[in-house]
């Protein structure tokens, strides 16, 4: 039986197998490659300040400014900013909104800022998307209020609802979903998170509790409990995982027993 082909190495002597000669080659070709190349291909101040072009900081600050900032636009419209500062929107600028307003300011006659009501402009934010926070006002656009316009019914510098939601569902209607077919049916939501009824109206602004300790759920579900029904799974608090809260094993909107 004939042995493998092999190429002489270089160093010492030693035998290296003709397909890691012809490795080192291609590495050796791409190598000389990248240094005649790189410097066509990465741009001279690249790495200068750090892992990026140091003239891109020279051409940003060459570009004209657009933006007035929010300053200026309180300077003339004060009612509009204390509204909004007092809404669920006062974390926005007006430009985020209304696009860039320095030509606006330096022309008010002539510059109109953008009025954005166009029914798809507030969807931007609130179309209903499952990754938004749980919580965030939402709506499925093709089904709420016909196609009417947005400023039909909300003020957006104000931005608060029309009606204040009888039930958490209006809002969390995913959690509602997922609790209506688990243990936890017939809780009230109430009874796990005290809530106001500013929460309702300003719902970011004003957030309702969550329960912090396993004694909390020990209430119903600790051994010798008497605030829930008898048949329910009950543990003894003092050795059942105690190192660890209850929420890291149990999702408490579906509470399944592993």
């Known amino acids: 039986m004939g042995l493998p082909d092999k190429s002489r190495g270089s160093a010492g002597g030693g035998w290296l197998p003709q397909q890691m000669t012809r490795l080192l080659a291609v590495f050796a070709v791409l190598a000389v490659a990248f240094l005649i190349i790189r410097?066509?291909?990465?741009?001279?101040t690249f790495g200068q300040f750090g892992?990026?072009?140091?003239?891109?900081?020279?051409?940003?600050a060459a570009r004209p400014i657009t933006y007035a900032g929010r300053n200026t636009c309180v300077d003339?419209?004060?009612?509009?900013a204390t509204s909004q500062g007092k809404s669920p929107h006062q974390g926005l600028t007006c430009e985020s909104c209304h696009g860039p307003l320095l030509a606006h300011l330096d022309n008010p006659s002539e510059a109109?800022?953008?009025?954005?009501?166009?029914?798809?402009?507030?969807?931007?934010?609130?179309?209903?998307d499952a990754a938004r926070p749980n919580g965030f006002p939402q709506v499925v656009v093709a089904e709420h209020n016909e196609g009417l316009p947005c400023i039909g019914c909300h003020n957006p510098h104000q931005a608060d609802?029309?009606?204040v939601p009888e039930s958490c569902g209006a809002?969390?209607?995913?959690?509602?979903?997922?609790?209506?077919?688990s243990l936890h049916q017939t809780l009230a939501c109430t009874q796990c998170h005290e809530n106001s009824d500013a929460h309702k109206s300003t719902p970011r602004l004003t957030r309702p509790t969550r329960p912090q300790a396993n004694q909390f759920c020990g209430t119903c579900h600790g051994v010798g409990a008497t605030a829930a029904p008898k048949d329910t799974k009950r543990v003894d608090l003092a050795t059942h995982y105690n190192t660890y809260s209850c929420?890291?094993?149990?999702?408490?909107?579906?509470p399944e027993v592993r």
């Not at 003339?76 to 509009?80: G, L, S």
């Not at 809002?171 to 077919?181: D, E, P, S």
């Open 171 to 181: 809002c969390h209607g995913r959690t509602t979903r997922v609790m209506a077919a």
């Open 39 to 44: 410097p066509i291909l990465v741009p001279a």
């Open 247 to 254: 929420w890291q094993c149990h999702y408490p909107h579906d």
């Open 51 to 60: 892992h990026y072009r140091a003239a891109a900081v020279d051409e940003i």
């Open 112 to 128: 109109k800022p953008m009025m954005p009501r166009e029914r798809d402009y507030c969807p931007i934010c609130h179309g209903y």
């Open 161 to 163: 609802l029309p009606s």
């Open 76 to 80: 003339c419209h004060q009612d509009e």
